[in-house]
């Protein structure tokens, strides 16, 4: 039995190591806005784009010029980042104009003939994608993303990396990357002059806390956008840290669920909280017109699909004026939702006059692939389009 008694200390040894690096971890994230910052954002992690070249968009299968990589400057003076993607539909109309032009990173957009189409065409939509933690705006499924949202005839997509991201200046924070993706919009409205209701907000991930702060920021304001997409979000990072798991197997809070006490300690000494359900309800009832849309796949690993549930009835329940149970909410949702098998389903709301909020749970597309499915598309053109199919018979 000795070499038995000798495996069990080795597990335990092992075990102990574990939980001593786990509990060391989490007093140093506390400890450290940097470190915290770094683990929260990922923004340091830049595979595949490592041995890549951004400013060359032709090595991830894009067709030359369709693609304009471009900086524009913050109010803070940081310098960020962006991809300007053109719309098959419209480049092969254009296609002998561009291929003139010299391709690679431009200094000034506005001189070149993707722009200009942008610009100068009435009927042109702008997809602002906001994607989510680690690399840039080529990384993993992004660059799939864009060809997907780009393959519908007029869909313009803007993509930024963030500050800290990728080509882009500075580092990330939450009120940081907020300014970062005010800055796009207003860069689409006054340089691209896009006016608001030709434009969807598209957030994945981190980007859907993204979205919405900014759409916040912008109804505070009185204006509002054709449809604010969010795919695979999360209700505020305290929560989120309870049931994250980074790449769906190392979880982050969720051992310490035991230990409720001490999970709140810990979750108070987070810097950036992102608190995407305060903010969505706030949206909500102060604008006058709403085309909301929460996607999210029941086999994602990293994010439950039970934020974007709770996203769904927070956002239904800022269209009533006083409020309502959230057992009446539930069954209110039953009533329009739409049973597609293998769990899947799709939810409608419709809340006061010009309010449409709409839930798709898929089976399938796992946190990052699902930007790339039919469903996300889907829900853009029907931001644009908000009187084909928003609202389903029950």
Known sequence: MAWWSSILAKVYRSLAL????????????????????????????????????????????????????????????????????????????????????????????????????????????????FHGTAGSVAQGWRTDAYRALSGLSNNHVLAIDYRGYGRSTGNPSEDGVIIDGIAAVDWAIKIAKVPPNRIVILGHSLGTAVAAAVAERFAMQGVEFAGIVLVSGFTDVTKLLTTYSIGGIVPVLSPLRVYPALQKQLSTHLIDKWPSAERIANLVRISKRVRLFFIHAKDDFEIPFSHSQSLFITAANATTERGMASDLL?????????????????????????????????????????????????????????????????
């Open 18 to 129: 574990v939980v001593l690096v786990y509990i060391t971890a989490l007093i140093a994230l506390t400890q450290s806005a940097w470190l915290q910052r770094h683990a929260l954002y990922t923004h340091a992690i830049q595979v595949p784009t490592w041995w890549a070249d951004t400013n060359n968009p032709e090595q991830f299968g894009f067709a030359k010029n369709q693609i304009t990589p471009f900086r524009f400057t913050t109010p803070d003076h940081e310098d960020i980042y962006a991809w300007h993607v053109l719309p098959l539909a419209v480049y092969v109309k254009h296609e002998s104009g561009l291929l003139q032009e010299p391709s690679g990173f431009v200094k000034d957009i506005t001189e070149r003939k993707a722009f200009k189409i942008l610009r100068d065409d009435p009927s042109s939509h702008l997809i602002i994608k």
């Open 330 to 394: 539930t069954k209110m949702k039953a009533r329009s939702t739409i049973d597609l098998g293998n769990g899947a389903t799709i939810s409608t709301w419709k809340g006061g006059d010009n309010k449409v909020i709409r839930e798709e749970i898929l089976a399938y597309g796992h946190h990052s692939r699902l930007l790339t499915y039919a469903p996300t598309v889907l829900a853009v053109n029907k931001a644009f389009e908000p009187d084909e199919g928003m609202m389903l018979p029950p």
